[in-house]
């Protein structure tokens, strides 16, 4: 539970000031917005006999906005905020994907003014 206060914290120190949803979006958000998940360990590595000698916890870290520039300003701030922050002792990294992290349009939201917002997705990680 600490480490997940940790990565909350550090979300929480972005200069963009965007607020940080735990776990659950509020039904009329502030844009742009942080949403984090995740933070429960999982085993990561296991020996012949099935014992695990390794932990991981992941994070995943979703940026929504009204459009696209505002996604990538604050998606590049909780990159540089959290790429290697040290959560413990460990040192937490964002998981690569083959597809990238821009920005897509989410058709299932319709905002007040009728547009749809964007968002994009990325995982983090630390070892243990």
């Given amino acids: 539970m600490a480490d997940h206060a940790a990565v909350k914290a550090l979300l929480g120190s972005?200069?963009?000031?965007?607020?940080?949803?735990?776990?659950?979006?509020p039904n009329m958000p502030v844009?742009?917005?942080?949403?984090?998940r995740g933070g429960v360990g999982r085993p990561?590595?296991?020996?012949?006999?099935?014992?695990?000698?390794?932990?991981?916890?992941?994070?995943?870290?979703?940026?929504?906005?009204?459009?696209s520039d505002s996604v990538r300003i604050?998606?590049?701030?909780?990159?540089?905020?959290?790429?290697?922050?040290r959560i413990g002792l460990q040192r937490l990294?964002?998981?690569p994907t083959y597809e990238g992290v821009?920005?897509?349009?989410?058709?299932d939201v319709k905002l007040s003014?009728?547009?749809?917002p964007f968002y994009a997705v990325t995982e983090w990680?630390?070892?243990q």
């Fill in 93 to 95: 990294e964002q998981l």
């Fill in 31 to 36: 844009f742009p917005y942080v949403l984090l």
């Fill in 102 to 107: 821009d920005p897509l349009m989410d058709e």
């Fill in 74 to 85: 604050v998606l590049e701030q909780v990159q540089a905020v959290l790429e290697g922050a």
């Fill in 14 to 25: 972005l200069p963009s000031g965007a607020p940080v949803y735990d776990g659950q979006v």
């Fill in 125 to 127: 990680q630390v070892m």
């Fill in 44 to 67: 990561a590595h296991r020996s012949i006999n099935r014992t695990v000698h390794a932990s991981s916890r992941r994070w995943r870290v979703t940026v929504a906005g009204e459009n």
């Fill in 113 to 116: 003014d009728g547009s749809h």
